[in-house]
T-cell receptor
Framework: GAVVSQHPSWVICKSGTSVKIECRSL??????MFWYRQFPKQSLMLMAT?????????EQGVEKDKFLINHASLTLSTLTVTSAHPEDSSFYIC????????????FGPGTRLTVT | GQNIDQPTEMTATEGAIVQINCTYQ??????LFWYQQHAGEAPTFLSY????GLEEKGRFSSFLSRSKGYSYLLLKELQMKDSASYLC??????????????FGQGTTLQVKP
């Protein structure tokens, strides 16, 4: 089956610093990637939709200047949390769609971010 | 707005059958997914319904009624490893929403011996 990886799997950073999270589709080309955030005991909240070669589409309430998304190739999307604060501590999960006609999203294993 | 409702928690006994319900009111609909998620892990795909009716896959079945905005996930012969969160997600419709999923809050299922 299709595999999506994320790196790093967990990261601890100090308040005010920036953190980059990578999402890669390993054995397929992803036309679209999605970034989700999940707080403890809550469900996945979609943050943004990322299409290769174009600007990401952010969901209402998500600051695009704080959560920078770059989808530079068909196999890589990155999420950079800028000037991180403790309230940004969360589980960040990406998913990838193989094509616009595909219905199944393939999820990465997630990245646990802790901001101290 | 988008609204997807699931029970927060459920408890069932090993070997039994459990039904997890999901009701939705969304501005668009292009299919409904069920995912299983263990704590600290990514969701794993269980089922996808786009037409009304029942889809069966081993111990897991999923039902959809589009007119009622209702779905359920049925788990048979429960095993301890089925203890997890079960997420209902609606796939949105429209070219600007390609593949976009809206998730319910998830149902935490605890299977007891």
């Amino acid at each position: 089956g299709a595999v999506v990886s994320q790196h790093p799997s967990w990261v601890i950073c100090k308040s005010g610093t920036s953190v980059k999270i990578e999402c890669r589709s390993l054995d397929f080309q992803a036309t679209t990637m999605f970034w989700y955030r999940q707080f403890p005991k809550q469900s996945l909240m979609l943050m943004a939709t990322s299409n290769e070669g174009s600007k990401a589409t952010y969901e209402q309430g998500v600051e695009k200047d704080k959560f920078l998304i770059n989808h530079a190739s068909l196999t890589l999307s990155t999420l950079t949390v800028t000037s991180a604060h403790p309230e940004d501590s969360s589980f960040y999960i990406c998913s990838a769609l193989a094509s616009s006609s595909s219905y199944e999203q393939y999820f990465g294993p997630g990245t646990r971010l802790t901001v101290t | 707005g988008q609204n997807i409702d699931q029970p927060t928690e459920m408890t069932a006994t090993e070997g039994a059958i459990v039904q997890i319900n999901c009701t939705y009111q969304t501005s668009g609909f292009n299919g409904l997914f069920w995912y299983q998620q263990h704590a600290g892990e990514a969701p794993t795909f269980l089922s996808y319904n786009v037409l009304d009716g029942l889809e069966e896959k081993g111990r897991f079945s999923s039902f959809l009624s589009r007119s009622k905005g209702y779905s359920y996930l049925l788990l048979k012969e429960l095993q301890m490893k089925d203890s997890a969160s079960y997420l209902c997600a609606v796939r949105m419709h429209g070219s600007s929403n390609t593949g976009k999923l809206i998730f319910g809050q998830g149902t935490t299922l605890q299977v007891k011996p």
